[in-house]
């Protein structure tokens, strides 16, 4: 089978409106191992010049009508979803996921193009009652200016859309490092950036070596703001790098998210919300369900019936019809469940539901279920990210509470009951900058999603995602009596 697209899929970087690089590196599809494409390995030199791109054409861009950038985004939007299956195809056959899950992430990515075409002319000013008659308090909201954005692979669509629509709808430019094993999707954007008439320079795309590239975007002064997703470690560090030229730092970061199945819940709904929380995208999400815990007067009916559905669930290549979960993203991925669930048992857990590599050899893994999860372990301090689902039985509220919140990640938190004093007591009482009260997914496009505590800063999507990209300028107009 050819598994090219050859319509979407590049091999060269785009910088300032010109496919430049020699392809090098290899793409690989996780499912098989094998190369599906080759992209170039540049460095910091050819980062620098994309700043510089992306700093020329900032002129131009943030002098562009609102309306102008909107009609340009918009264009943008509907050759994503003109798009979409080519798209799929491609995140699938570098990322894994089944086709299904790359449409609906293409769909969900394409979102955050339309919000940000709409909210490109609805960057408001302000005036404020002065404090002196003869003057007046004026503030107008500029770009911040050019933007060094750094994405991972788990979401190789969504996660640029949602810094690039915001980005470019506010008049700022950008330079994207995308995730080093899925830079098709990216790349595939900017293909579709370059067709729908986005200016030369405003959206450049540089894929290789993370130091050298991250190393540039962060130190150089140009750049006045990182925008991140990915892990904790390495948000730290672009902080660390971005502090000498005092960058405004957008972090979203991982998680390690609680489910708390209560006993008065609709335990079929809870079922539906965990899996699709915890399974989907074989586990690797920042908002994967990472600790189950289970009220004891339905511990048993609802670990069993996990246990039931996860035998029944389809593994294999995301490209297959009807496969549920795909392989995870690479050996080291793998070598981690293995090691959560091997410290786990060690420790007292009991193996329930898969626990095991997947017959299908390579990179998957069987959806595991997990009993007896505790504190000690690996898997409670630090996300699995990989399809394993360790349950946990507590006996009330308080408790409860104060074991989800027992972590320094505060991203996503899930929860399951109908009593509406405890549904609003619960949710106030979680350490988290999302909550899923009787719902296992939460993203979309339309609501702001961000972390508290190491989980990140900002928050991105909803009208609230595009003040991360604005400066708020006060100016005082005086002297207006002479
Ligand atoms: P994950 O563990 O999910 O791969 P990472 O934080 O390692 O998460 O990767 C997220 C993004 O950060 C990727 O694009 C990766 O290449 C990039 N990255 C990793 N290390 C660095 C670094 N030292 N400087 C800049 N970017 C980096």
């Given at each position: 089978m050819d598994q090219k697209v050859p319509d979407l899929q590049k091999d060269q970087c785009y910088i300032d409106g010109t496919w430049v690089g020699t392809p090098s590196r290899a793409v690989v599809?996780?499912?098989?191992?094998?190369?599906v494409g080759e992209v170039p390995n540049l460095g910091a030199d050819e980062t620098r010049a994309a700043i510089a791109a992306a700093e020329t054409a900032l002129k131009g861009w943030r002098a562009l009508l609102a309306s102008e950038r909107a009609a340009l985004l918009h264009r943008w939007y509907a050759l994503q979803t003109e798009h979409v299956d080519e798209l799929a195809r491609l995140m699938t056959l570098e990322q894994g996921k089944p086709l299904d899950e790359a449409r609906g992430e293409v769909l969900y990515g394409a979102g955050f193009t339309r919000l940000a075409a709409e909210q490109a002319g609805k960057i408001l000013g302000e005036t404020i009652p002065t404090h002196k008659a003869d003057a007046r308090i004026v503030v107008i909201k500029q770009p911040i200016g050019v933007v060094g954005a750094i994405t991972p692979w788990n979401f190789p669509n969504a996660m640029i859309t949602r810094k690039a629509g915001p980005a470019l709808a506010a008049g700022c430019t950008m330079v994207l490092k995308p995730a080093g094993v899925t830079p098709l999707s990216a790349l595939a954007l900017a293909e579709l950036a370059d067709r729908a008439g986005i200016?030369?320079?405003?959206f450049n795309v540089v894929t290789g070596d993370a130091a050298p590239i991250g190393g540039e975007l962060t130190g150089n002064?140009?750049?006045?703001m990182i925008s991140f997703t990915g892990s904790t470690q390495v948000g730290k560090l672009l902080a660390r790098q971005s502090a000498d030229t005092v960058k405004r730092m957008a972090l979203e970061l991982g998680g390690n998210a609680p489910f708390i199945v209560f006993d008065d819940a609709d335990l079929d709904a809870a079922l539906d919300g965990l899996m699709a929380s915890k399974f989907r995208n074989t586990g690797q999400?920042?908002?994967?369900?990472?600790r189950i815990f289970v009220q004891s007067g339905v511990f048993d009916r609802f670990s069993e019936m996990l246990v039931e559905r996860v035998a029944t669930m389809p593994v294999g290549?995301?490209?297959?019809?009807?496969?549920?979960m795909g392989p995870l993203i690479n050996d080291a991925a793998v070598e981690k469940v293995e090691t959560h669930v091997r410290d786990a048992v060690e420790k007292g857990a009991r193996v329930l539901a898969g626990g095991e590599r997947h017959?299908?050899?390579?990179?998957f893994y069987q959806p595991t279920v997990l009993t007896g999860?505790?504190?000690?372990?690996?898997l409670w301090n630090d996300?699995?990210?990989?399809p394993v689902a360790p349950l946990i039985k507590f006996e009330d509220e308080a408790e409860v509470i104060d074991m989800a919140n027992d972590t320094e990640s505060g991203l996503a938190a899930y929860f399951y009951a109908r009593d509406l004093g405890r549904v609003w007591r619960v949710a106030e009482a979680l350490e988290t900058g999302i909550v899923g009260v009787n719902e296992g997914i939460i993203s979309t496009p339309n609501a702001p999603f961000g972390g508290i505590k190491e989980s990140g800063l900002g928050r991105e999507g909803?009208?609230?995602?595009?003040?991360?990209y604005i400066e708020m300028k006060y100016i005082l107009m005086g002297g207006l009596d002479g």
């Open positions: 599809d996780p499912a098989t191992g094998e190369q200016p030369k320079g405003v002064p140009s750049v006045r999400t920042c908002v994967c369900a990472n290549p995301g490209i297959e019809e009807g496969v549920a017959e299908r050899g390579g990179r999860a505790g504190p000690e372990m690996l996300e699995t990210f990989g909803s009208h609230h995602g595009i003040e991360e």
